[in-house]
């Protein structure tokens, strides 16, 4: 496949009209908060662009991150976003292995020089000299750093790439710590999550190969178009919250009630994430739907702060009491709270849009 | 086409919202001629909201399905220019859903680029035909 065809052309070659790079755009636009107007403009940028060459490393890891991308997402959407770019190394996805596999990571990174993009899940551990994880003669840290180097920028996937998540956790034996604990020079893009959902991994390649620039980051490194919120502030049970009706059990009535999970430990109001939007299992549910209290999978240090069923409203370790007290007052806001979400959103996409037609 | 108008007003208030952000966004095409798009699905609708709100808008004399990558429906609502329009992935989940406030959706509209492949390989098609000789002689007459 020639280096100089568009995805344009890729996808006419398959017989695939521009129709399905629109629906792909609109869905790009959706899910990244831009105006829905874009959508026509993203389409024509996306079909006049290079296939983005990404390599993905895997490091102290489950494999659920890959796992949720490649099984929990659309089919068809799943096949657009392989349109758009090329996997060229990707341990677990890949059909080659040992030599020919690395050989393949050291082409596209010479063939790509400071234009392709690297994925990693998994902590890279630093005790010991980096010993307990290692490839092909290599520790994570040695493969990290040396496809880093000439990389356009760097997205860390699942909450072990981006904050240590589990590896990392207390008494944390490996020593494991985040890639931007040690990529300081190179954009990091954090999409947490365990595992992350596949629409914020696929959106955000896809606005990379779309606009060439990383997306609007918040403080913790995650794209705001899916880490704007809390989990909380779109959250159907929301409404009850603001009434003061909470389950005080799993099997109460409030529970068969659906009322909301506060006081059983539900950590919504302090994880940013987009699970109560998006949700899983292609858009069926997501955990509080199912009956049991967000976990805060996408927060650094969730497995540290306390037990999961422990109110946010008894200071948890690692969490600022203003933020567990100010969950707890939280009851007055009212039924305009879905208004206030989308006004803020739609503020949010007034600004992104700015910034795109700058 | 605006039928009689008396559908009963949305219920929900997230459903009415939208009524009058429609309402705005097609006053606006009407004397400027320029489109708009509401995206549905980054909001905290219930079935509820989108029920009323489909309801009320209610359908018009266009309705269109496509086959691209995954399903997609494309609705005249009983307003014209006003469009409901849903992609869905191929397991029929809505992958996104917008309304659009247009004299027909891009997604509709055949692309340029598209035309100029189906002509070159309509040209194909022709030049393999195997065309009976009887055929070609009154070609030539």
Not at chain 1, 293 to 319: N, R, V
Not at chain 2, 16 to 32: D, H, K, M, Y
């Amino acid at each position: 496949m020639s280096d100089r065809q568009t995805v344009g052309d890729i996808l006419a070659q398959r017989g695939v009209s521009r129709r399905a790079i629109l629906k792909y755009a609109a869905w790009l636009a959706s899910a990244m908060a831009l105006p829905p107007s874009a959508s026509k403009a993203i389409a024509q940028s996306l079909a006049a662009a290079r296939r983005q060459s990404v390599v993905w490393l895997s490091f102290q890891e489950c494999t659920g991150c890959t796992e949720s991308l490649t099984r929990s997402f659309s089919p068809s959407l799943e096949e657009m976003i392989f349109n758009l770019i090329s996997l060229d190394y990707h341990e677990t996805l890949m059909a080659v292995s040992g030599h020919a596999a690395e050989e393949a990571r050291l082409k596209a990174m010479e063939e790509n020089k400071g234009k392709y993009v690297v994925v990693v899940d998994g902590s890279v551990p630093l005790k010991d000299d980096g010993v307990y994880s290692a490839n092909a003669g290599k520790t994570n840290l040695q493969t990290l750093q040396e496809t880093a180097k000439d990389a356009l920028a760097i997205i860390s996937v699942g909450t072990c790439a981006a904050y240590g998540g589990i590896p990392g956790a207390r008494p944390n034996p490996t020593g494991a710590v985040s890639v931007g604990e040690i990529i300081k020079d190179k954009p990091v893009i954090n999409i947490p999550g365990c595992p992350p959902i596949a629409e914020a991994i696929a959106g955000t390649v896809a606005y990379l190969v779309t606009f060439g620039k990383v997306p609007d980051l918040d403080h913790l490194g995650r794209p705001k178009a899916f880490f704007g919120d809390t989990i909380h502030d779109r959250c159907y049970r929301r409404p009850f919250y603001d009434k003061g009706l909470f389950a005080k059990s799993f099997d109460d009535e409030g529970a068969r009630n659906g009322w909301c999970l506060y006081e059983v430990g539900c950590k919504g109001p302090v994880t940013y994430n987009a699970c109560a939007t998006l949700k899983w299992n292609g858009g069926v549910s997501f955990p509080i739907q199912s009956g049991h209290g967000c976990i805060g999978c996408s927060e650094p240090h969730f497995w540290d702060k306390g037990s999961f069923y422990q109110p946010l409203s008894t200071a948890m370790p690692g969490m600022g009491a203003g933020i567990a007290a100010g969950a707890a007052a939280g009851v007055a806001l009212g039924a305009g709270a879905a208004w206030l979400a989308r006004r803020r959103q739609v503020a949010y996409s007034q600004q992104t849009s700015k910034k795109e037609g700058a | 086409m605006e039928t009689d108008g008396q559908a009963t007003a949305p219920g929900s208030a997230l459903a009415l919202i939208l009524v009058r952000e429609i309402g705005q966004a097609l006053a606006a095409f009407a004397e400027s001629g320029e489109p708009a798009a509401i995206d549905l699905r980054g909001l905290p609708m219930s079935d509820a909201d989108r029920e009323e709100l489909l309801a009320w808008l209610g359908d018009g004399e266009i309705a269109a399905t496509l086959a691209v990558a995954g399903r997609s429906e494309i609705r005249e609502t009983r307003f014209t220019g006003v469009w409901w329009v849903r992609h869905f992935g191929t397991d029929d989940r809505i992958a996104a859903e917008r309304i659009e406030i247009a004299s027909v959706p891009d997604i509709l509209i055949a692309d340029m680029a598209d035309v100029t492949a189906a002509a070159a390989r309509f040209d194909d098609e022709l030049a393999e035909l195997s065309i009976p000789p009887s055929m070609e002689e009154a070609e030539h007459v």
